[in-house]
Structure formats: structure tokens, C-alpha cells
């Protein structure tokens, strides 16, 4: 298995630069998991294929605005800082741009206070120390950070959040929730699809390429993430009663099956709070998951790596090429699929 392996080529006319209005009007492909016909669908149809005793499972994280603008102390220099995981209240991993800011290097942020450079994490990677918690001034010093591929300016932040997110810490969305209407949601409650949540704060790292040739050398970051005692009781409850545990998400697969890597024999998944590294290449046995609900990924990240983990590399590559020719939009901001 090399990197390669999962590479596609995209026209760059197929990213989506905007989302489409309302959210649930972006389209659907169905692809069976076992094989059978591709079918297609608006995301306002996935009740159609959802049924009574499913349990669909969201990621409830909230995005911050976590780019910050600032400048180094006593020089003046500019300085770019982007939170990427939290440590503690004031203590956050984080990208720095700007020249010499190594171990014990001090920043003044604009409309916000003093940090300090704590550690060098490798590359542009820094642990900074800010001298307040950061959530006191943040909303007031902070911009939405937007993947680097799309290049519109978006007109209400609130379309970079899903319906349902609470939970802040995040530096990019989890975006298969981001087709989601609260009407289609309480849709989905009528007809009897159980809702479940739990939380993940999205990094930076989870969307870039891998670069190295072989997947298993790359190195992913940990991140956050919490699935709470309800949660696991209702996807317990699904498995013993013939439902499917339908997933929004990577996100939202990653924290299930690593709650799944701690259960017993029996049960699907246990109650579990922590930093997972868990990285899922073809191969991986899923305990916890029965579908998914997730995006159009970039050529040769490891998110392309987990939906091929799921449903087959040649499987995923050929959904994609028919993506292409029947022009869905792709990435953050794109189409959905459903895999079950």
C-alpha cells in the first residue's frame, strides 16, 4: 500500500467555494458499502435512507476563531498564530509564522494580550503560553480560519458551524454535519433515527496530505475527543436491537471507535474521554460503526485513507471519478456521501 494509491485527479472548477443555501439542498451519493449501483439524492432525502432504531451519532464541537494577528516583542515583527489544540486554559499548540520565534520568545497579540513562546514542536509548531485564558478575549481578537482552498470570503461565519455545535475547540469544522437543518434533524427524531453526540476538536492536521510514500510512516496528530456514557448506552442499545450506528463524519468515526477499542467483549463501545491518535488505514477491522455520512476528501489524506478503509479503495476512487463527472462539489464546502 502506497500513498499514491489514494490519488485523484480534481478539477479545480469541482471545489466548492461557497456553501449552498439552504444546507440541506446539497447533494447525496449513496454509495452500498458491499457493492450494488451508485444512486444519487439531495441531503434532504436521508431520511429515506435512514431507519426506525438507527442511531445517528453528530460531533457537537464549535470551530473557534483561532487566527491570530500579532506582533514580536521588542521588535515590532508580524506575527500569525494559529490554535490548533488546547493544553490548558492559557497554554495552547499551536502554527507560528514569523521569523526567530523560538523558546522563550514573547508576542503581543493584536486586541489581545501577551503570549509567550513556551516550546518548538518541530516546523512551524510551538507550544505559546497566552498571559490570560484565552476564551476571556478571543471572540474579540480572533478570525474563522477557512481551509487555504477556498478563497472566498465567507459572509456569515455561522455557515463554517454546524446547526448543533456547542462544544468550542476546534480549528476547522466537522463538515458532514454542515448539511444538516435543524427541521431535517427533528424529521429524522419523528421517524424514529435516535440522536446521539459526541465531541472531537478538529485539527489542522487532520486535512492535509500525507506526504511520506509508505501511509503507515505518517505521523497523526492527537486529538481531543469525548463520547459520552449516553451516547455509548444508545449504540449499545442499536447493535442489540438489530438498529445501525450511522456516523456524521470522521470525526465522529474516530471518537466512536476509539471508545471501541476500550470496550469489552459484548459491547460496541464504552463511555471514553481522551486524546486518540488513531489513524485508519484499509485493513482496520470497524467495531463501532455500521454507516457513514462524510464529505469528498483531498487526494491522499488520511481521511481518504478511512472512507477506504470502509467501503474499498477502488470502491471510493471509482464513487469519486463518477462525483466528477456528474459534477458534485467537493471538500469543505461540497456534497455528501452516504456509505452504508
Known amino acids: 500500500m502506497k500513498t499514491a494509491d489514494f490519488d485523484y485527479h480534481l478539477p479545480e472548477e469541482c471545489i466548492a467555494q461557497a456553501p449552498v443555501e439552504p444546507r440541506d439542498a446539497s447533494r447525496l451519493l449513496v454509495l452500498p458499502r458491499e457493492g450494488g449501483e451508485i444512486s444519487h439524492a439531495v441531503f434532504n432525502q436521508l431520511g429515506e435512507y435512514l431507519h426506525p432504531g438507527d442511531v445517528l451519532v453528530l460531533n457537537q464541537t464549535r470551530v473557534i476563531p483561532a487566527r491570530l494577528a500579532g506582533r514580536k516583542i521588542p521588535s515590532g515583527g508580524r506575527v500569525e498564530i494559529l490554535l490548533l489544540s488546547r493544553r490548558d486554559a492559557e497554554t495552547w499548540e499551536a502554527l507560528v509564522g514569523g521569523k526567530g520565534l523560538v523558546s522563550g520568545k514573547w508576542v503581543e497579540v493584536e486586541h489581545g494580550p501577551r503570549a509567550q513562546i513556551l516550546a518548538d514542536l518541530g516546523g512551524s509548531r510551538r507550544l505559546v503560553h497566552f498571559e490570560l485564558p484565552v476564551e476571556s478575549w478571543l471572540p474579540g481578537a480572533g478570525v474563522m480560519p477557512l ?15 454546524t446547526v448543533y455545535a456547542s462544544q468550542s475547540g476546534s480549528a476547522a469544522a466537522p463538515t458532514a454535519g454542515l448539511h444538516f437543518t435543524p427541521h431535517l434533524l427533528q424529521q429524522l427524531e419523528q421517524q424514529g433515527v435516535r440522536l446521539a453526540w459526541v465531541t472531537l476538536h478538529v485539527g489542522l492536521d487532520t486535512f492535509l496530505p500525507v506526504t511520506e510514500q509508505e501511509p503507515q510512516e505518517h505521523q497523526i496528530h492527537s486529538e481531543w475527543c469525548q463520547v459520552p456514557a449516553q451516547t455509548a448506552c444508545l449504540v449499545n442499545e442499536a447493535q442489540r436491537n438489530g438498529g445501525r450506528v450511522v456516523a456524521v463524519g470522521t470525526t465522529s468515526v474516530r471518537s466512536l471507535e476509539s471508545a471501541a477499542q476500550a ?23 470497524f467495531r463501532a460503526i455500521d454507516a457513514m455520512i462524510t464529505n469528498f476528501h483531498l487526494p491522499k489524506s488520511t481521511l481518504i485513507m478511512m472512507v477506504s478503509a470502509f467501503a474499498g479503495r477502488e470502491r471510493i476512487l471509482s464513487a469519486y471519478q463518477a462525483a466528477v463527472a456528474l459534477g458534485y462539489r467537493f471538500y469543505s464546502f461540497g456534497d455528501a456521501m452516504l456509505i452504508q
Not at 268 to 282: C, D, K, N, Q
Open 147 to 161: 481551509p487555504p482552498y477556498i478563497k472566498q470570503a465567507l459572509h456569515d461565519p455561522e455557515r463554517y458551524q
Open 263 to 285: 470496550a469489552p467483549p459484548g459491547k460496541r463501545v464504552v463511555e471514553y474521554a481522551g486524546s486518540t491518535g488513531l489513524f485508519i488505514l484499509p485493513g482496520y477491522q
